[in-house]
Nanobody, 123 residues
Framework: QVQLVESGGGLVQAGGSLRLSCAAS????????MAWFRQAPGKERDFVAA????????VYADSVKGRFTISRDNAKRTVYLQMNTLKPEDTAVYYC????????????????WGQGTQVTVSS
């Protein structure tokens, strides 16, 4: 069982940066693929980025490639999403997700979810 708590969201101007954190409970955190998704009002939950248990494999959505960076610290049981050059279209609730065996881009593949943190980018 893994519990996830996101933090770091807020209001930022276009072109600015934010770093999201996702703190996980559970001794097996280091064995889980971790991912970030986001959901804007009235839209589906979309994949943002994922990172393998070792950190050796990182995958990004095309819309954030080159601007966002996912990383993890297994000793701290935390995964991060560094978001640079933010755009108004990045505005959404950002969710952290974890799974011991799935590492894809479909939300239903992940068993564990946080409550989300709001990111708002003003133009």
């Amino acid at each position: 069982q893994v519990q996830l708590v996101e933090s770091g969201g807020g209001l930022v101007q276009a072109g600015g940066s934010l770093r999201l954190s996702c703190a996980a409970s559970g001794r097996t955190f280091g064995m889980y693929t971790m991912a970030w998704f986001r959901q804007a009002p009235g839209k589906e939950r979309d994949f943002v980025a994922a990172i393998s248990w070792s950190g050796g494999v990182r995958v990004y959505a095309d819309s954030v490639k080159g601007r966002f960076t996912i990383s993890r610290d297994n000793a701290k049981r935390t995964v991060y999403l560094q978001m640079n050059t933010l755009k108004p279209e990045d505005t959404a609730v950002y969710y952290c997700a974890a799974d011991p065996s799935y590492s894809g881009v479909v939300p239903n593949g992940y068993d564990y979810w946080g409550q989300g943190t709001q990111v708002t980018v003003s133009s």
